[in-house]
């Protein structure tokens, strides 16, 4: 679930994993805002005028058919933020969530390179849950709307789409699911440990 948190006056977006009774397991707050020119109907983007950045990366343990897996959480425009990805892994993450409403311009160009991009570089399952279709809001009291690309998909760890909506258009709710297979993404892990052969620059 990915939504908006009013905290003292500053809005949040927020995502928020849920438990299977119902209860808040885990909140994490968006940190990177997007900010960007965009060849589209609303043309300039920036919203650090509407919302607050967040400053904590989330990793949630959760357990999944008797497996215990890191849920990293992400929001958005957070996945073009390798570092963070990787923060996440360093957190424990197994899986790591990207809820999204790309634009359809940088969806139709960027989206399924970034996943892929984040899923190789964090050797994680990248879920990229998105809306899709045209938004009516209204702006300075002037009527507008904006496209979003949708078209939402899972990466393992090895690149691989392992589920997709195939298509970017969608105005209707479509579910897509995959395996996991912690086993088999621990030995892609293993046979490449990218992790333990990084090197840091000062």
């Not at 634009?103 to 190789?120: E, F, I, Y």
């Amino acid at each position: 679930m990915c939504g908006w948190f009013i905290v003292v006056g500053f809005i949040y977006q927020s995502s928020l994993l849920f438990n299977d009774m119902g209860v808040l397991h885990q909140r994490y707050d968006k940190i990177h805002l997007f900010r960007a020119m965009v060849a589209d109907g609303v043309g300039s983007y920036d919203e650090s005028r509407t919302f607050l950045a967040g400053n904590t990366p989330a990793v949630a343990r959760c357990t999944l058919d008797g497996v215990s897996v890191g849920i990293g959480m992400t929001v958005c425009f957070d996945v073009r933020f390798p570092k963070l990805f990787g923060q996440l892994r360093s957190m424990g993450a197994d899986i790591i969530t990207v809820p999204s409403a790309f634009t359809h311009t940088t969806g139709q160009t960027h989206w399924q390179s970034l996943l892929t991009a984040r899923a190789l570089d964090s050797q994680c399952l990248v879920v990229g849950s998105a809306q899709g279709g045209m938004h009516h809001f209204t702006h300075k009291g002037k009527a507008q709307s904006r496209q979003t690309w949708g078209h939402a998909m899972m990466v393992n760890a090895n690149g691989q789409i392992v589920a997709s909506t195939n298509t970017a258009d969608c105005c209707q709710f479509a579910i897509i699911y995959a395996d996991f297979d912690k086993t088999a993404q621990d030995i892609i892990r293993q046979n490449m440990p990218i992790f333990d052969c990084a090197v840091n620059f000062t």
